[in-house]
């Protein structure tokens, strides 16, 4: 039977939350989850939570973007992103310019892989996403044209 403690080691420990959740990461965790950061804003905290820890002993943390896509340039995924962006300034207090540039969205698979690319540029290890507007197969084949055309 192998020791408990052997098994708690090889888990990985993703810690949500902004940049205030990066000193449970450093001391807990083994990666940051953001869910709601735009490229832009992302590259900037991960230099912050990557800058070499004193005596931390351990790989820098991971960066696992999470989030929902909005895909599409029909009037469902018009609505979609107003409705998020609006849900962002009321219920997360995020200031109306931040909540703007927040969402993931993309017209094409072009678009999305652009995205993706772009929080890969600034840190990301990987995304972690699904969409919100439309049908759920076209959707996934929407986002998964575009992790090809990332490649």
């Excluded at 993706?116 to 044209?145: M, S």
Aim: overall charge neutral.
């Amino acid at each position: 039977m192998s020791d408990p403690a052997d098994s708690r080691a090889r888990r990985s420990v993703l810690v949500g939350g902004s940049e205030n959740a990066f000193r449970r990461i450093l001391r807990y965790g083994d990666g940051w989850i953001p869910s709601l950061i735009s490229p832009a804003d992302l590259g900037p905290a991960v230099a912050r939570l990557r800058e070499p820890p004193v005596g931390r002993g351990a790989p820098a943390p991971s960066v696992t973007i999470g989030g929902h896509a909005i895909i599409g340039s029909d009037e469902t995924a018009r609505a979609a992103y107003d409705s998020l962006v609006r849900n962002l300034v009321d219920v997360h207090r995020m200031k109306p310019d931040v909540a703007a540039r927040t969402p993931i969205t993309a017209r094409t698979p072009g678009e999305l892989a652009e995205v993706f690319a772009a929080y890969r540029e600034a840190g990301a290890d990987r995304i972690v996403t699904g969409a919100d507007n439309g049908a759920w197969k076209a959707q996934l084949e929407f986002i998964a044209e575009a992790h090809t055309l990332l490649r």
